[in-house]
């Protein structure tokens, strides 16, 4: 019999429940991958030697996502139970237990989770595939499929019967604990008016400009640590820019419907004054969550876009500065007999794509630094014009010959100092190679470090092939190098290194050397790119993961809250749309202004957040500059609006099911007399 | 004198194929302009599905209305709300005012609906809240008023659009008898002075003895109808308890 009951309340009921039921499918989604994270062996193929932080972060996410779930279910649920007051009250006069009661409501709930259970795993595969396919893009590797495991889907079912658990027990103590008057009440009462509204006023305006203030603060510090306090001004103004925001937002909301109501002109059209009326009452109730939540979305944007900016900038970094598969460097081979085999040996360990030795020469006095910057940190040399062009089509570039002069390369340089050389006027200027003298021709666009170590850290001179021919003849200080790009960036590494071990071993290569005031001892020095990024990954990967869950959560559970909140307060508010239909309002004119309250409802709590994207985009260039400037502007808006548009599709989704759910519910009391 | 409400063979039926209730069961009479008229009944007997045929919120099964010369039974969806807006006015027992809106507002709200000129709507709302005696709860909010109070209130929001008609159901259910007295003789007065026509819903004999006439409805069907005429109000009280009683013994 109850579960009858149950069983028709959840087809009836399911405006309330469908917001559950998203939740739940969400959540249960992604509980799924990252369950699949844990155990399966894809996690393997991609990350090999970070796997095991992946699976340990995965796992601790997977557990603070159910806990936090269970919790925002078990508040949900008291909405969901308020929401039928009136008929669970109905059901103790007519003399059943609250056990029975509560076998109904936790009758519904299991149907409501196994449905969900279903649909989140449904759900879980694709988005598994998804966000592997998206490491493996962001990781640059090969596409792989995203193994599923038994285990993960084990895991999975577990952690949702305990969702389920815990967030009964809220359910349950609430069921126990609430009277039978107040089950029979049901009917909301009245919010207070709003008071002291000049006040409130002046509160909101008063901490807009210090948000202001502390967001100008804190990006005009970010990124430069030579300013006092820097670490003070960056906390401090974020800590005052977040309490800002909550004053922001309580401020406004008492204030705000206020002053409109105020304006006879125009609320006093169609159904503006039961529109503000009723926001009124319910925002300045909730003014308090709202500055929080707007807070928490902020730091979603915030926190994830500077990260992202972070991880970015330093893996183009990386990039920029290893732009060859391998780069190796190796004592001046005048004559070309120890580098000869090169080419063949390099050719053992991949498929070569392409593959340019050259050779680097100082150039002492050091004048082209001195001209750029006013002193010197790094040595000048030379480099042929042919081996520019060559090194510069390898990675896609179409670069000008140098012409009569010479170009300037700046070779690994960036922020100011890149700055400072394409801004620098050369008129005047030239440079002494052997007995010619050259101007400067350009200044190279080339960001990518085309030499990498030995003398190569720095501006290097690239001149016309001849005039470093003769220059080389009384230079002996030199390096020769070699730039390889493997196909797809695949190669035996370890087999790579070990040879080269060895070779440096061998008495033909054994050697030592100093070179620009550095001693080496290898002959041949090697640089991986691909070292250096997985690297940075395995120390960015895991919290990378942890940043892009957490907002998810984040907003996700939010949503549920606020879908939850306006679901109830929408049946409890069903009374008053029906006076307003009496009072002569069409059925359009009243979802009109029902629509207008949930859009309301939802969208304040974001309006802050997503201004915010905006400083906190500035705040992103600025470190991105710092940072080498490897980043196009598009990129970081693309690092914010990637946040932004994530919490734009959850509003999204959860506002119109609210929307949808309301409206259906207002339209069938409208419809209906008494 | 002309019509204001004509009703012929008002038929209505509740539910679906397989139960359907018959709330009306053909009921035709008519009213002229500026009558108050009052309608008893058991329980059940229909009332208040008459007054929701009437006032257009509930389709009817069969039959005519018309009102102020509109046949609403032939209006479209959106004529039928510009209808309920502009031509009638509702007072029920309870809940007739919005609790987030001030007694200003609530009065204010059918023009507001209409679009009104904020100018005008002030203009009218203090001549209603003048005749109705409430300018003093302009910026109160209903549940600081008592419950005579809000039915004033309510009136003084009925009549501000100048209807053709006030349907009003059961408006003194939640008043004692001196309020109740109270909001008869306001009705009453809107009836004589503002020229207002009220079609109201009672089961009590001595509310319904301030109409001019008492239509009685049993089983969806009028079962009598009685004129109070010249007489007064204490004899045309009585004729009703007897009419009450034959119809099924309920207490005038
Ligand atoms: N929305 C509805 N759906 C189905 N049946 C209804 C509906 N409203 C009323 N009824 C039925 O129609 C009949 C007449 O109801 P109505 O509300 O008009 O009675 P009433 O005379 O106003 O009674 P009371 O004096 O108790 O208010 C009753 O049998 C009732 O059960
Ligand atoms: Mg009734």
């Given amino acids: ?674 | 004198m002309s019509e204001i409400l004509q009703v012929t063979d008002a038929v209505k039926y509740y539910g679906n194929e397989s139960v359907a209730v018959r709330a009306l069961a053909g009921v035709s009479f008519s009213m002229q302009r500026g009558e108050f008229v009052a309608v008893m009944g058991p329980s059940g007997s229909g009332k208040s599905t008459l007054l929701s045929v009437i006032s257009t919120i509930e389709p009817l099964s069969g039959g005519r209305i018309v009102i102020a010369g509109d046949a609403i039974t032939e209006l479209k969806d959106k004529q039928l709300s510009a209808f309920r807006r502009d031509r009638i006015g509702f007072i029920f027992q309870e809940y007739n005012l919005l609790d987030t809106l001030t007694v200003e507002e609530n009065i204010a709200l059918p023009l507001n609906l209409r679009k009104t000129d904020p100018t005008h709507i002030a203009c009218e709302v203090r001549r209603v809240s003048e005749a109705l005696g409430v300018t003093d709860q302009l910026d109160k909010f209903p549940r600081e008023l008592s419950g005579g109070q809000r039915q004033r209130v309510a009136c003084a929001r009925a009549v501000i659009t100048s209807p053709a008609l006030i349907l009003a159901d059961e408006p003194t259910g939640a008043l004692d008898s001196r309020n109740s007295r109270m909001l008869m003789e306001l009705f009453c007065m809107m009836n004589e002075k503002l020229g207002v026509s009220i079609l109201m819903v009672t089961h009590n004999a001595a509310v319904a003895s301030y109409a001019d006439r008492v239509i009685f409805l049993s089983d969806g069907k009028i079962f009598d109808e009685i004129y109070r005429g010249e007489r007064d109000r204490k004899d045309f009280r009585h004729e009703i308890v007897t009419v009450t009683e034959a119809l099924g013994g309920e207490e005038g």
């Fill in chain 1, 1 to 674: 019999m109850l579960f009858k009951i149950a069983f028709r309340n959840v087809k009836r009921q399911i405006g309330g429940y469908l917001i559950y039921f998203i939740t739940v499918a969400l959540t249960v989604s992604l509980l799924f991958t990252l369950n699949s994270m844990i155990f399966s062996s894809t996690v393997t193929l991609i990350a090999e030697s970070f796997q095991n932080e992946v699976r340990i972060v995965s796992a601790f996410l997977s557990v603070l996502l159910s806990i936090a779930t269970a919790a925002v279910l078990g508040y949900g649920s008291r909405f969901l139970l308020r929401r039928r007051k009136k008929e669970f009250g109905l059901y103790l006069t007519i003399g059943m237990t609250r056990s029975d009661i509560l076998v109904i409501f936790m009758t519904e709930l299991i149907f409501t989770f196994i449905f969900s259970l279903g649909a989140g795993l449904a759900l879980g595969i694709p988005v598994f595939q998804l966000i592997v396919a998206g490491i493996t893009k962001f990781l640059q590797r090969e596409f792989v499929f995203g193994e599923y495991s038994v285990s993960g889907l084990i895991l999975t079912v577990i952690m949702v019967v305990v969702i389920f658990l815990l967030s009964s027990i809220v359910s349950m103590v609430y069921l126990r604990r609430v009277t039978v008057a107040n089950l029979l009440q049901g009917e909301q009462v009245a919010e207070k008016t709003v008071r002291h509204p000049k006040t409130w006023f002046t509160v909101m305006i008063v901490f807009f400009v210090l948000l202001v203030i502390s967001m100008a603060g804190v990006a005009a510090t970010s990124g430069d640590t030579s300013i006092d306090g820097y670490a003070l001004i960056l906390v401090g103004g974020s800590l005052i820019g977040l309490l800002s925001v909550i004053m922001i937002y309580v401020g406004a909301m008492k204030s705000g419907v206020f002053y409109l109501l105020k304006n006879r002109k125009f609320s006093a059209r169609g159904t503006r004054t039961f529109t503000l009326r009723q926001l009124s009452g319910r925002l300045s109730a909730d003014s308090v969550m709202f500055g929080i939540i707007a807070v928490l979305m902020s730091v979603v944007i915030a926190g994830g876009s500077v990260f992202l900016t972070l991880v970015w900038s330093q893996l183009a970094g990386t990039q920029a500065n290893n732009p060859y598969t391998v780069s190796m460097y190796m004592p001046y081979d005048s004559t070309g007999e120890l580098t000869a085999d090169l080419p063949e040996w390099v050719s053992t360990f991949g498929t070569v794509e392409s593959m340019h030795q050259y050779t680097l020469y100082h150039l002492p006095g050091n004048n082209l630094h001195k001209y750029i910057n006013g002193y010197y940190y790094s040595e000048d040399s030379v480099m042929r014009e042919s081996d520019y062009l060559q090194l510069s089509e390898m990675i896609g570039y179409n670069v000008d010959p140098a012409g009569d002069g010479f170009i300037v390369l700046c070779n690994g340089i960036t922020g100011d100092d890149w700055e400072k050389a394409h801004s620098t006027n050369y008129e005047g200027f030239e440079i002494e190679l052997g007995d010619r003298s050259l101007p400067v021709s350009y200044v190279s666009s080339v960001r990518e470090r085309l030499a990498v170590g030995g003398i190569a850290n720095s501006y290097i001179v690239v001149a016309p092939d001849e005039v470093v021919d003769t220059y080389a003849i009384n230079n002996a200080r030199a390096l020769t190098y070699c730039a390889v790009i493997y196909e797809n960036g695949i190669f035996d590494e370890q087999s790579m290194l070990e040879f080269f071990n060895e070779k440096n071993n061998e008495p033909e290569y054994e050697t030592s050397y100093s070179l620009a005031g550095v001693h080496y001892s290898n002959f041949f020095n090697i640089d991986i790119s691909g070292m250096f990024a997985e690297y940075l990954m395995q120390m960015a990967a895991p919290w990378l993961w942890i940043v892009c869950f957490i907002s998810i959560v984040f907003a996700l559970l939010t949503m549920a809250v606020l879908g939850l909140k306006s679901v109830t307060s929408v049946t409890e508010d069903k009374r008053r749309y029906k006076l307003l239909y009496f009072a002569g309002a069409t059925e359009k004119e009243v979802l009109h202004s029902l629509t207008v309250q949930l859009l309301l409802y939802f969208f304040l709590p974001f309006v802050v957040p997503l201004l915010m994207s905006v400083p906190i985009l500035f705040i992103c260039l600025a470190l991105s500059g710092f940072m080498g400037g490897y980043m196009s502007g598009l990129q970081i808006a693309g690092c914010v609006f990637l946040f932004s548009a994530m919490l734009l599709v959850l509003f999204g989704l959860y506002c119109a099911v609210t929307c949808a759910i309301a409206r259906t519910d207002i339209r069938r009391t409208l419809r209906s007399v008494s």
